[in-house]
């Protein structure tokens, strides 16, 4: 696979050291002089250009490219870089690194990202994974379809501790993809039993309740308080004690 990366910042290099290990041929294509550190990265092509002038693009054959990242610090040439790939040369799929949180909804398929990769949305998901048990953490957006990555760790006290996993009604667009019991990730069957403190990943659907999912995990109907006795024979509540005289 050929691809071309947009930033030779630390996050770059850190890319193309990753892909070079997998044997993809990397392109870093950077218009800061002092980012060239040609040497920490040897194996790649360099290419001092500026990644948002369509000559730049065409010197590094962007064309011929598989996927080209965007990793620059500046969301704004992260954009440009992501649109130019897509509409001038038509590249498969393009990665757009997010810097600020608050830009994410740009960053989509109407300015060319396929996907795109917020590191401070990803950290706080690994700090509330890393904390949470019982709250649904979205881990990971896909952009072009909506659909999400959630986790939970299922509390002692979740209505599905000891449950099949086939006898479950999960809502529509959910789906069990993983359960993590200690360090042993697996894909669930039907007849596997879900334990107190397994970590569920769930890919859902953009159109899924999160509140009912995470009522059907956690919260326990048994726990709700129900009807006097009065009131379930009567068919109404059951009636006020008479005032003392």
């Given at each position: 696979m050929?691809?071309?990366i947009?930033?030779?910042?630390s996050v770059?290099?850190s ?9 993809h041929?990397v392109v870093i294509v950077?218009?800061?002089p002092?980012a060239?550190?040609?040497?920490q990265?040897?194996e790649?092509?360099?290419i001092?250009?500026?990644a ?8 590094a054959?962007?064309d011929?490219?598989?996927v080209i ?7 704004k ?8 790939a ?8 393009t990665?757009?690194?997010v810097?600020?949180p608050?830009?994410?909804?740009m ?6 990202v396929?996907?795109a ?5 990803i950290?706080?998901?690994m700090v509330?994974e890393?904390?949470a ?5 979205r881990?990971?957006?896909?952009h072009?379809?909506?659909?999400d990555?959630l986790?939970?760790?299922?509390p002692p ?8 996993v086939?006898s479950v009604?999960?809502p529509l667009d959910?789906v ?18 879900l334990?107190?403190?397994d970590?569920l ?5 953009r159109?899924v309740?999160?509140e ?17 006795a009065a009131e379930?024979l009567?068919g ?7 005032d003392?005289?």
């Amino acid at each position: 696979m050929r691809v071309v990366i947009a930033g030779a910042g630390s996050v770059g290099r850190s890319i193309a050291r990753e892909l070079l290990a997998h044997d993809h041929e990397v392109v870093i294509v950077d218009k800061q002089p002092a980012a060239m550190r040609v040497a920490q990265v040897a194996e790649a092509e360099w290419i001092l250009a500026d990644a948002c002038e369509l000559s730049s693009l065409g010197d590094a054959h962007v064309d011929d490219c598989d996927v080209i990242v965007a990793a620059t610090g500046d969301d704004k040439v992260n954009l440009v870089v992501s649109l130019l790939a897509k509409t001038e040369f038509g590249v498969p799929r393009t990665v757009a690194r997010v810097n600020n949180p608050a830009n994410e909804w740009m960053f989509d398929e109407s300015w060319g990202v396929d996907v795109a990769v917020s590191t401070p949305r990803i950290m706080t998901a690994m700090v509330e994974e890393a904390v949470a048990v019982g709250d649904l953490v979205r881990i990971f957006t896909f952009h072009q379809s909506g659909a999400d990555i959630l986790e939970l760790t299922l509390p002692p006290g979740s209505p599905l501790v000891g449950s099949r996993v086939g006898s479950v009604e999960w809502p529509l667009d959910t789906v069990l993809a993983a359960i993590v019991r200690g360090a042993l990730p697996f894909a669930p069957s039907a007849d596997d039993t879900l334990e107190a403190g397994d970590e569920l990943l769930i890919v859902a659907g953009r159109e899924v309740d999160e509140e009912a999912l995470q009522t059907l995990l956690v919260d326990d109907p048994a726990e709700a308080p129900g009807p006097g006795a009065a009131e379930v024979l009567s068919g109404g509540p059951a009636p006020s004690p008479p005032d003392e005289a």
